[in-house]
Each structure stands twice: as structure tokens, then as C-alpha cells.
């Protein structure tokens, strides 16, 4: 028997937003989170979510009906809090913590509206040298000259996908 | 569109272990993980390993080709640190912290050698509710009383896994 | 003997910040840091910070020359790595996920400057329910709106501690 | 204004155990863990538990009730979930994970009593470069011979505080 060669490895991208949108835009939300799964599915990708409901789910949904493969890093230990659309569950244990191993497992992060726990995955995806698409989400400045990876603001669902696969497939940078 | 049944998801075994055994039985000892990588693929489970070389490349090897599925929770921020027999690699960046991960993301842990390292998986794989197997590995004994999971010593590969899998199948106990 | 009362404690407050800051504003960022560290300590608060340099050495050293208390969270898992200015290091071993825990043991956040990591404590802070005060810091805007922990920009170091002070003292929310 | 010196930092000893022991041995294991929080606070350490109930209150209130100093890891993100007797509460949002900061944090650990929690610290100890004193605890044996750090079994708590004050003197090494 001989060594097999590692086969190429997809582009993973994660896809983080609200897991329980509300107010006038959470249709809209729920639906570029579907749509983008499915694009990232088509084109090959696979979708990493936190494994839960609203954004994750739709996102997961989208790309596994689409015959995509999903992982969704959960929070706590058990394995069955996963949404019916994720394929490969992964329970951390973590809590908050999970959303380290969320961005930190892609090549890339798509933000998708979101709250403070979609803000710190942007955070932690950007220290760890990830680079991170926004879709109506957190608009970030800062009076500081920085380096390494950053935000690209997406004008919809399309245009994030594209952004992002061309962004996972330079590769991560190092954690910075 | 409707929604699509979860499929039915397969046990998930970690095999933990020694990343670079040394020492006279080095040897059996990898010779062991790559057939319990491959037993536990062939009855049809994935098998999560901590992604790196020693034991854990030894199984993934095993279950990779008899055509299994092969997850590797890595330390670091880099996929590539993954060794070739790692289908799916999961980026942490938690340093030891991802040795609580290997666990909990398993429905039941075979444990093959093994230093401080795999005694750390060991313990926090009955503290999150997982039963262990050993296979020339730790022995623990306590002076106390206590229910939940348990270590059960196996006799060799077909045993251990074998035993994983008729504990994996029962499910995970909740944590305590 | 009898169980004595636990003794009041003190507030809590993280000042996050640059490890190493450069450009034209790096020395007030210092200053700044140094000053907020001393004015926090003369009213009694525990400074914690991530243990390192930069910002979190300034911090630490206006607040222990001043009589204070420093605790730093240190991302390895050697003590000695701590600035000569933290009475108390805690190594956590966790790597970038100790920015959790720097923020989650404080009642409250000032940010000074920062760049990716800061953003990924202010996120983390945020989604534990602890305000932040930021003090030429990043500044966050969505388009969505949500309850619960806000960032307060303050206009200088005297401003910043009496917000903390003020938001520590009304105690941290639950996470959200 | 001239930079103090670091002052000389005191030994740190984890003291670990169950949160909640029963049996017929309960009442002893909670006497020891309060006199060994009591000499190690004589002998200037600080005492780090993990902050909660049984054996980490016991030593906690040991230690804080002879002048010492005493520091609790908390699993959650509530301060005020330790118990009264934790001068200084660190909340790291961790869960579980929490139980690495614990050990690591430490320069040496005494383990008394215990079931699967207590098992996981004193592997995740011994992971990171930490000697453990055991004392009525696991009793760990391995086919695999292995340098770096080593259980010490102790015959009472004055034995377990005068290992682990050795030990810790000599400094922790390196994680391995």
C-alpha cells in the first residue's frame, strides 16, 4: 500500500451572522444567507456556520441543498443542536469560545448582518488574518494604519461570494 | 423547495495518542492506530483525530484508505499543518485548548499509548460525558465512587473498535 | 471559627490596546494608556489587560506606580512573559482565545487605539454583555439595530475611567 | 518617575478537586483541602481553584481565613457565581475550557480527591509542564516511560503543601 497524495483541499469560507434576526430586514437577511450557501456550494466550497439557527442555518440550508458539504462549529457539547442542515457537526464545548475555531477554521469569512457575537467573529477572523466580506453588516473604521487582512463590503449576495473564493483561494495570511 | 431530512449521522471515534511515539513498542503502537483507522471506516464511522503525525496521522491513514472520512482538529491557525490523511483539517488556533474539541466533537474515544497529552484527552473526554477505550494505554484508578462514562481496557484493535463502536452507538452521556 | 463576609470588590476594568503601537500617534496612545491606568487605579479599580506591551505595559505601570492592583491574562503559558508592571499574571495557555477571557473577568472595557485584536476584544467584550469605552479606538456602526452593551466614545483619558467607572458600577449585563 | 522593579512573585498553587464530593470520604477530603489552603497561605503561596464549591471552596476559605491570597478561574461569565471565600474572581466564559487556565496559571498543582474533572486537570497539568501532588486522588499508571513533570503522591496535607512548595520553587517547565 502507498502513501496516497493529499487531495486539494476545497476553499472553505465561513458564513456568520445573527442566529435569530430580527426587525424590517431579516427576510432579506435570511434569504442572501440561503443564497450565498448556495453559490459558495456550487462553486465548490465548503460552508463552515456556528451551526445553529437564522443566518447559520440559512446558509447552511442553501449550500447543502445544493449538494455542498456544511460544518457547524457548535457551541456546546452536544452534537444534536445542530441544524438539520449541517452536515458534519463538530461540538466544541467552548461556548463563546467557539467563534475562535469558527473563523479561524475557513480561509475566508462572509459577515451577514449580525449583532456583538457577529462582530467579535470579524474581530477574531480579521486577528487571526482572515479576511472578512460584509453584507449589511458592521461597518468598521479606525483612526490606525493597519496591515494585513481586511473588510470588504459586498453590494449583495453575488458579489460577496465572488469577493470571498477570490480572497480564500490567495490563502490566509498569518495570525497578526 | 422543501426541507430535506437530516441524513442520519455515523458515529464519530477519536483516536488519540502520541504525536511522535518513541521507545520499543513505537512500532505496534502505530501499527495499531492504522488499523483501528481502518476498521472504524470500513463499519462506516469518521474518525477525528487531532490532525497531527504519530498516532494520529497512523489512523487517519487507516481510515482515509479504506475510504473513510478523516477530521483533524489542529492546534495552530494553519490547515496545512494537517498531516495528508486529514480530509477535513479544522483550524483552531487554541493551542492545547483543542484537545477538548478532539473530544467532545467524538461519540466515544479510543485511546492507543500515549503521553500527558492523550491523558489530558482522556480525562476531559469522561468529564464531557464520552466513554474512553484503551488500548496499551492509561491506567486510572480512583479511591472514589463515580457514575457516568467509563475507561474500558481493550485487548487489541478488533476489540477496541468494536467496543467504540457499541459505546458510540449508545450516545454521549451529558456532561458532569 | 466563622465564615467571614466576602469583602466588597473592587471594579473591574480591562484597558485593551496595541501591543506594540507605531505611527505619528503611538506616544499619546502611550500616554494616554499610562494615564487611564493611574486615574483608574486612584479610584480604586483592578486594571486587567492582556499582560504584554504597548498599551496593556502602559496601563499596568500608570495604575501599580499609582498603588494599584494589575492582573495580566497572558496569551502563553509562561508567567515571566508578563510586563514588569503586572502584580498578578494568570497564563492561560489559550493563545488569541485568552482575548475572552480578558474581557469576560472585567466589569467593563477601554479600548485605546488598537488595531485586530482590539476589534476582536471589543467584539468579545460587547457579546459578554461588558460596555466598552473607546478612546481613539475603532468606531462600529450597523445598519441593524440591538440591545444591551453599548460603546461610549470618550474624549480623553479623564473621560474614558469615568464612564468605565460609571458603567462598572451598574454591573455587566448578561450576555447576549 | 523611575521604573519599580517587578516585585518578587510567590509561589502559585492550584488546588483542585470536586465541586461537590460525597461519599464516605467527603468530609475528610473537604478538611484536608481547607488545611492545605491554610499551609500554603502560611508559607506566603497564592491559591488558585477553580473557583466554585467542595474541595476549591475548602481551600479558598483556608487560605483567605489565614491572611492568604486567593484566586478562583470561574467557568462562566458571572463574578458572582465564586464562592465568598475568592478574593479575586477571574470570569473567563470557557466552560469547561476554563479547567486549562486553572492549571496552567499555576507553578505547581495539589490535586485532592476528585472524579473526572479533577482527572482532567491534573492531564492537562502534566501537558503543560506542571508537577501534580495527589492526595486520596487518581492514581495514573502507563506502559510508556516519559520525562517532564510527574505526579507525586502525598500521605497527608502537610506532606502534598511541602511537595508542591518544592516544586513550584523549582519553576515550572516547559509544556510538553
Same mark, same amino acid.
Given at each position: 500500500?502507498?502513501? $496516497? ?14 442566529g ?6 431579516a427576510?432579506?437577511? *435570511?434569504e ?11 462553486a ?7 451551526g ?13 441543498? %445544493?449538494?455542498?458539504?456544511?460544518i457547524?462549529? !457548535? ?11 449541517v ?6 464545548? *467552548? ?8 473563523v479561524? %477554521? ?8 449580525? $449583532? ?5 467573529e470579524?474581530?477574531?477572523? !480579521? ?10 453588516s ?19 449576495? $453575488? ?18
Amino acid at each position: 500500500m502507498t502513501d $496516497r497524495p493529499t487531495p486539494i483541499r476545497p476553499p472553505y469560507v465561513a458564513v456568520i451572522g445573527d442566529g435569530d434576526p430580527s426587525g424590517p430586514d431579516a427576510h432579506r437577511i *435570511l434569504e442572501w444567507a440561503e443564497e450565498v450557501g448556495q453559490l459558495l456550494a456550487r462553486a465548490g466550497a465548503v460552508v463552515i456556520t456556528g451551526g445553529l439557527g437564522g443566518v447559520m442555518r440559512a446558509a447552511s440550508r442553501g449550500a447543502l441543498m %445544493s449538494g455542498g458539504e456544511t460544518i457547524g462549529i !457548535l457551541p456546546g457539547a452536544d452534537h444534536s443542536a445542530a441544524n438539520e442542515f449541517v452536515r458534519t457537526p463538530i461540538a466544541t464545548g *467552548l461556548g463563546v469560545g467557539r467563534n475562535l475555531v469558527v473563523v479561524t %477554521s475557513a480561509d475566508a469569512v462572509v459577515a451577514i448582518g449580525g $449583532r456583538h457575537g457577529t462582530l467579535s467573529e470579524i474581530g477574531l477572523a !480579521l486577528r487571526m488574518g482572515r479576511h472578512v466580506v460584509t453584507l449589511s453588516s458592521w461597518r468598521l473604521e479606525s483612526d490606525h494604519r493597519m496591515g494585513g487582512p481586511r473588510v470588504h463590503r459586498a453590494s449583495g449576495p $453575488r458579489d460577496a461570494v465572488a469577493i470571498a473564493l477570490r480572497l480564500a483561494g490567495e490563502g490566509a495570511l498569518q495570525p497578526g
